[in-house]
């Protein structure tokens, strides 16, 4: 039977094995501005996040509870992500850049212009089981200067880029899209979730998630509209193990199975702009979500593959 609670609502029966209704949505830390990318490394046990308009990253201690800062400056920081290799991929709104943070703490730069025109604002990024490092270009970062610096678009659109890992070629694998957002892959790879914002630039515009089928050579072919957000806006997501969504949304976070359907909401009193799966069974949902820093344990796992 659908029902809320004080944390969940569980709108399809089937959500009600993904969630415990006794578990607490815990408040990490406060603070923020705008709390985004969040993004957790195993080997540590702790989880990096964005703080987009205050110009810096944070770092939670999983075994401590503690905050520190991670990087400040960091260049607007939105987008974060965790390769194969354990190493930190961003989008960087301020550069206008996807970097690398190397083992060493030195950044590389992967991609900082198409074509010799630079990006608007790199905004969320994934990486491949090939090493192939996708991510989304809306112009939220130049279009004031509360998350990066006001500029004029170069490039002229909002597209989806994929950077080759081989090569280092980038080509742009989507390119009908007002705002791209976030963006995810199922676990075998073989479908690309990416979310479109463009509600907020233009009335009535697009506020739902596409899906894309992925050829082995990395090109996308279908895209049709896989969900419309009831509440706000899709902004990041992550998908579990068995392949259903768990989007960001302005009244917490929303559960879609594979089919479309949605499952079932936590209830966040803030609202969300991107979650990650973390702890050492990758069962705790990590929320950020305007000021503050958010998670709860769940009954099922993020899918290993970003």
Sequence with gaps: MAGVTERFEIIDERFSTLVKTSAQVEQ?????R?????AYFPAGRYLVWSDIPNDRML???ETTGAVGVFREPAGFTNGNTVDRQGRLVTCEHGNRR????????SLTVLTDNFGGKRYNSPND???????SVWFTDPAYGIDSDYEGHQADSEIGACHVYRWDATTGEVRIVADDFVRPNGLAFSPDETRLYVSDTGSTH????PRHMRVFDV???GTLSGGKEFATCTSGLFDGFRLDTAGRIWASAADGVH???PDGTLLGKILVPETVANVEFGGPRRNRLFIAATTSLYSVLLPVNGALRR
């Design 34 to 38: 705008w709390a985004e990318g969040p």
């Design 98 to 105: 996807v970097t690398r943070t190397e083992h060493d703490g």
């Design 202 to 205: 233009h009335r009535g515009g």
């Design 215 to 217: 050829a082995a050579d």
């Design 28 to 32: 990490l830390y406060q603070g923020c």
């Design 59 to 61: 770092r939670w201690d």
């Design 255 to 257: 559960c879609y199975h």
């Design 125 to 131: 990024v994934v990486v491949k089981s090939d090493g």
